[in-house]
């Protein structure tokens, strides 16, 4: 009595989203600020804070030390470290950087938001 048996069907696996991506003016941005400050960082971390009309705004802050559950994420050469609270949220966004001289600032693309309040600050999803 033979044993052999069939390998087991093939299933097609997908590809895991980037938790964040960055845009090139982003990554840009991001190596001059870390260049600029007068003390060297890891990176920089992105969390999620209880903010604003919506709920839920983005904070950047520099990383001189990592925290337990970061998840860290390279991107063009930049190292971005997610507090795990805020993976979930996050999965997919894409992070730019716009510089219109009024309104200069980080812009966050994304897709698990719901809506956002009036003025852009906060959102929920």
């Known amino acids: 009595m033979s044993t052999s048996s069939s ?15 960055l845009t090139p003016k ?6 001059r600020l870390l260049k600029e400050r007068h003390k ?21 802050e520099y990383v001189d030390a990592v ?6 994420v390279k991107d063009q050469d930049v190292t ?7 993976v979930l949220f996050l ?10 001289p009024l309104a200069p600032g980080f812009k ?4 698990n ?3 956002q309040c009036g003025c852009g600050q906060s959102f929920h999803v």
């Open 40 to 60: 060297p960082s890891l990176g920089v971390r992105v969390s999620l804070k209880t903010k604003g009309c919506s709920g839920m705004a983005y904070h950047l």
């Open 108 to 111: 966050f693309i994304n897709p």
């Open 91 to 100: 999965i997919g966004t894409h992070m730019d950087f716009d510089d219109d």
């Open 7 to 21: 390998p087991p069907p093939s299933v097609p696996l997908k590809a895991k989203p980037a938790i964040l991506t």
């Open 67 to 72: 925290k337990p559950g970061d998840e860290c």
């Open 113 to 115: 938001e719901k809506g």
């Open 26 to 31: 982003a990554a840009v941005h991001i190596k």
């Open 80 to 86: 971005l470290f997610i507090d795990p609270a805020a």
